[in-house]
């Protein structure tokens, strides 16, 4: 099973959106709506953000959101703050395959 | 709300076998809900999953570590663990211990812990 595949970077200002993409297989994430993203800051451990594709766990802002389109999945930032820089990470097939991981830079 | 700690050395020779303990507090290791699993993450790069047991003891393995990867579980400690034989610098990494949740959501992790592979 090969990781997934997402943007190194991505950039947005404070107040902008922005979307993360993730592509895999019809074997991994076209097979079920079960990606998960997780936000990591420096010397921090992950942070479940979305789960089964589109769902925020408690405590989380609803300026996250999931969707999928096939074998690719996004995660979309709305209304960017300052602590939303981070990297992130997607994950599929049962938890087995990662992304690579992007960097959000807030301008 | 369940809470994971990562313990065990933080130095390991190469070649020698890296063993970690993962102790779960705030919930029992041997429920239904959950496997038990262990994430790396080299410096400065991404995470790679290791491998996930539940606790009737079934596991799951990374095909690329597979040959030199067990975890096993003892529920009497609520406690599961990771060993790592014949390590290589390229073993250097933070590992951290969670809980996948049977949707495959890895929803509560440990702070991580950094075992370097140096002679």
């Known amino acids: 099973q090969s990781a997934l595949t997402q943007p190194a970077s991505v950039s947005g200002s404070p107040g902008q959106s922005i979307t993360i993409s993730c592509t895999g297989t019809s074997s991994d994430v076209g097979s079920y709506n079960l990606v998960s993203w997780y936000q990591q800051h420096p010397g921090k451990a992950p942070k479940l953000m979305i789960y089964e594709g589109s769902k925020r766990p408690s405590g989380v802002s609803n300026r996250f959101s999931g969707s999928k389109s096939g074998n690719t999945a996004s995660l979309t930032i709305s209304g960017l703050q300052a602590e939303d820089e981070a990297d992130y990470y997607c994950c599929s097939y049962a938890g087995r395959v990662f992304g690579g991981g992007t960097k959000l830079t807030v301008l | 709300q369940l809470q994971l700690q990562e313990s065990g050395p933080g130095l390991v020779k190469p070649s020698e076998t890296l063993s970690l303990t993962c102790t779960v507090s705030g919930g029992s290791i041997s429920s239904s809900s959950y496997y038990w699993g262990w994430i790396r993450q080299p410096p400065g790069k991404g995470l790679e999953w290791i491998g996930s047991?539940?606790?009737?003891?079934?596991?799951y393995y990374n095909p690329s570590l597979k040959s030199r990867v067990t975890i096993s579980v003892d529920t009497s400690k609520n406690q599961f663990s990771l060993k790592l034989s014949s390590v290589t610098a390229a073993d250097t990494a933070v590992y951290y211990c969670?809980?996948?949740?049977?949707?495959?959501?890895?929803?509560?992790w440990g702070q991580g812990t950094l075992v370097t592979v140096s002679s």
């Open positions: 047991i539940y606790y009737s003891g079934s596991t």
């Open positions: 969670a809980s996948l949740a049977v949707a495959g959501t890895w929803d509560y």
